[in-house]
Every structure is written in structure tokens, then in C-alpha cells.
């Protein structure tokens, strides 16, 4: 069964920091993976998804995420966080053949000025 | 272009009264989901449908109900609403079954008085 851990629900940076949110994995087959963002009062939008090939993968919004098959790992960063990167971020995998999301429990990110 | 439509974004209904949520979406997407996510929590996924053919998880309650009368529509049917429905509702769509993105709409936030 696919699962995913979300390692911290809450980070806070300074504007300007590196962000580093932490997703692992657990899956029986190879997993889709994939990071959301939600605003306040707001729907979940893609940033960015990982099905096969290349294992880093770029995003909208400057943010990035590198597949480590060895470490089950999925972390999402980016190298300079703006105010405007405030909201929940969820990280998901895909339920096999199955195919609904399987979301973590998310991570509230902050960014102090 | 919104392309996952709900309506209306905030619903305020009474305790026991029917209430109606819906979706639309310009996608011409085979599948469509709708999420249960309460504050803080991850979204949780209540059913989908694949064209015509429903899908329940199992542990939806009985009290929810879904129509899609056609691929552009569905819905959402809460018969007695309680205190402990209130919660943000996310209508999702994906082309595919399994190992594809999800467009998700802005939600509806339902709270029950």
C-alpha cells in the first residue's frame, strides 16, 4: 500500500532562506509522485510532479524536487523563499493501479520578513 | 480560464438540511473526485467517478451522495448534514485513471449550523 510522510506540519523561514519541505514516501511499485500548494480558502494547485526519467524536476514558482529511489524521498525546495511562498504544501503519491492521490498530512510553510 | 469550477465557494446550510455542492469543469476529463479536507487535515477522497461508473471508498459515509449526469457535471449530495460535516469540499478532475495529474477546483467551504 502507497503512503506518504510528511516530516514537519509546520516551517518557518526568512525571506530569502533556502525552503526545504520533507516528503518519504512508501509504495509497492513504482510511485508517481507529485507536490501541491494551497493558498487559504483556496484549491490545491500542481507545483510540480515526478512519473518517470529525470529525477530532479523543476516547478512552477522557482521551487524543485529530487526523486531519491535509494532514500524513498521526495523533498520539495527552493533556493530563496518570497512572501508570497506562504500556504500548505502537500505532497501525494499516486494509489498504483488504483489511481487516486494518496496526500501527506501537509506542511504549513511561513516566511518571516 | 478556470477549468475545475465549484459552486458556490461558501455554503451555509442548517443541521439536517439537504444540501447540494457542484462541480464542473471544462476538461472534457474522464474522472472526477471530490475530497473531504477539514481544517489542518489532508484532503481526504470520499468518491470518484470514472465516466459513468461510481466509486465509493469504503469508509464514506452513507450520509454523502454524488451525481454526474454528464462528463462536464457532478455532484454532491450531503442528506443530513451534522455539526462534524463542515469542512472544505474539493471537486477534483484527471484524464486518466492512476498515475496522472489532478486539476483541482477552488473548493467549497460548507459550514453547518
Known amino acids: 500500500a502507497q503512503s506518504v510522510t510528511q516530516l514537519g506540519s509546520h516551517v518557518s523561514v526568512s525571506e530569502g532562506a533556502l525552503v526545504l519541505l520533507r516528503c518519504n514516501y512508501s509504495?509497492?511499485?513504482?510511485?508517481?509522485l507529485f507536490w501541491y500548494v494551497q493558498y487559504p480558502n483556496q484549491g490545491l494547485q500542481l507545483l510540480l510532479k515526478y512519473t518517470t526519467g529525470a529525477t530532479l524536476v523543476k516547478g512552477i514558482n522557482g521551487f524543485e524536487a529530487e526523486f531519491k529511489k535509494s532514500e524513498t524521498s521526495f523533498h520539495l525546495t527552493k533556493p530563496s523563499a518570497h512572501m508570497s511562498d506562504a500556504a500548505e504544501y502537500f505532497c501525494?503519491?499516486?494509489?498504483?493501479?488504483?489511481?487516486?492521490?494518496?496526500f501527506g498530512k501537509g506542511t504549513k510553510l511561513s516566511v518571516k520578513p | 480560464d478556470a477549468m475545475v469550477i465549484q459552486n458556490p465557494r461558501y455554503q451555509v446550510t442548517q443541521f439536517g438540511k439537504p444540501v447540494t455542492l457542484s462541480c464542473s469543469q471544462t476538461?472534457?476529463?474522464?474522472?472526477m473526485y471530490w475530497y473531504q479536507q477539514k481544517s489542518s487535515q489532508a484532503p481526504k477522497l470520499l468518491f470518484h467517478y470514472y465516466d459513468k461508473d461510481f466509486n465509493n471508498e469504503a469508509d464514506t459515509p452513507d450520509n454523502f451522495q454524488s451525481r454526474r449526469p454528464n462528463t462536464s457535471f457532478c455532484f454532491l449530495d450531503i442528506r443530513s448534514p451534522g455539526l462534524g460535516d463542515a469542512a472544505m469540499y474539493l471537486c477534483?478532475?484527471?484524464?486518466?485513471?492512476?498515475?496522472?495529474?489532478?486539476?483541482f477546483g477552488q473548493g467549497t467551504r460548507l459550514t453547518v449550523v
Open positions: 509504495s509497492s511499485v513504482p510511485p508517481y
Open positions: 477534483a478532475t484527471s484524464s486518466a485513471w492512476g498515475n496522472t495529474e489532478a486539476f
Open positions: 501525494a503519491v499516486n494509489k498504483g493501479s488504483q489511481g487516486n492521490l494518496i
Open positions: 476538461l472534457n476529463h474522464n474522472v
